[in-house]
């Protein structure tokens, strides 16, 4: 069977590799001029940058897990995060450790420290108006010293970095980079793999899917102790800092400090994180209507399914869909 997958992120890198792994000719056309999605990472001033965020592999899937172990060799970077907060610099999620630096705080008093001014910047609407399936998320006390930000029993970043990781995956795969939308529609398919966002398949025929964006600021400073600071406070614009020399331990003096500033999606820059609210769900469901009576067309990965999705769930995803689908080719043992 002749398949398109549209997008080389995640879900369309998994996709192809399990399309070709079970004898179907695939082609992928990816709109950027590289591989990897949002989990891009590239070699900037001697340090791995990870572009779009901090990107760290964590599930308990074991499936998914060896999956990824096909195309790197993982290390754990013990991603641990601080939280930068008016009553000081603690670890988060809330733990013994941050009870000790600010003494012991109720599930309210952790929700304002942390959760309030942060996911306003976030958002960009007041607290009050976050829904409450994004409020009800807030992560909760955390009993115990363990101070990493995962606790899965697996994680890691590939050594060679996640770019690298794509590139394996997708070798011997044809993929056309910078393609525009003639490219994929007049390509010459029996099935189409879609992983882009779900209103642009149906070219905003139901109106336009909303997302938060970020834009990235990049600096050469010194080497950090915290490998990411969470700007739980008012007074920094920004909401996360990452030195990215932690991911691969680099023993180095100089590192690059990106910084996230959250802003909307304004067609231009990139789709980052769906807005569960205002009239996203109800159009969304109406695009998910209309996608489920495609015939030959499979939806996948954050984009299509408009949901945030960690990078196992995504994985997941596209081997079930694809695999419980018209297209029995995963072993399931
Ligand atoms: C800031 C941030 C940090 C994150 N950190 C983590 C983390 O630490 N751990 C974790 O597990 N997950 C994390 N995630 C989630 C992770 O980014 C996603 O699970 C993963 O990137 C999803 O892959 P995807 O292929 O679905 O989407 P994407 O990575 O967005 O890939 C989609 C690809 O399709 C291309 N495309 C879209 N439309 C078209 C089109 N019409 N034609 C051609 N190409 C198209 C895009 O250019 C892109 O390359 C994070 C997400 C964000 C936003």
Redesign the pocket.
């Given at each position: 069977m002749r398949i398109t997958v549209?997008?080389?992120?995640?879900?369309?890198a998994v996709a192809a590799r399990l399309l070709v792994d079970a004898g179907h000719q695939v082609e992928v056309?990816?709109?950027?001029e590289n591989v990897g999605?949002?989990?891009f990472d590239e070699w900037d001033r001697g340090v791995l940058v990870q572009r779009?965020?901090?990107?760290?592999?964590?599930t308990d899937k074991a499936e998914v897990w060896e999956f990824v172990n096909r195309f790197a060799t993982f290390r754990d970077p013990n991603f641990c995060v601080v939280a930068n907060t008016q009553l000081g610099v603690i670890p988060i999620p809330f733990n013994d450790v941050s009870a000790e630096r600010v003494g012991e705080l109720s599930p309210e008093e952790i929700r304002d420290l942390l959760f309030v001014d942060y996911s306003e910047k976030h958002w960009g609407i007041p607290w009050a108006e976050i829904p409450s399936s994004i409020t009800g998320r807030v992560p909760k006390r955390r009993e115990g010293r363990d101070c990493r930000y995962h606790l899965d029993r697996w994680q890691g970043i590939p050594t060679e970095g996640f770019t690298r990781m794509f590139e394996t995956m997708l070798e011997g795969i044809p993929v056309h980079l910078g393609?525009g939308?003639d490219d994929?529609r007049g390509a010459k398919a029996d099935h189409v793999v879609f992983?882009?966002?779900l209103d642009?398949y149906f070219r905003r025929a139901l109106g336009t899917l909303e997302y938060r964006s970020?834009e990235f600021e990049y600096a050469t400073e010194a080497k950090r102790e915290h490998f990411q600071i969470n700007e739980c406070n008012r007074v920094n614009p920004w909401t996360r800092a990452v030195d990215h020399s932690h991911w691969l331990d680099q023993d180095v003096e100089w590192t690059v400090i990106g910084r996230e500033y959250p802003c909307e999606w304004d067609g231009k820059n990139v789709r980052?994180?769906p807005k569960p609210f205002g009239g996203n769900p109800e159009r969304f469901r109406r695009y998910w209507e209309a996608a489920k009576a495609e015939q030959d067309v499979t939806f996948v990965?954050?984009?299509a399914t408009y949901k945030y999705?960690?990078?196992?769930d995504?994985v997941a995803q596209v081997m079930l869909r694809l695999g419980e689908g018209k297209y029995p080719m995963i072993d399931k043992e």
């Open positions: 549209v997008g080389a992120g995640l879900a369309g056309f990816e709109s950027r999605g949002n989990c779009f965020g901090p990107h760290c592999f964590h393609c939308e994929w992983t882009g966002s642009d970020l980052m994180y990965g954050r984009l999705l960690d990078m196992d995504v």
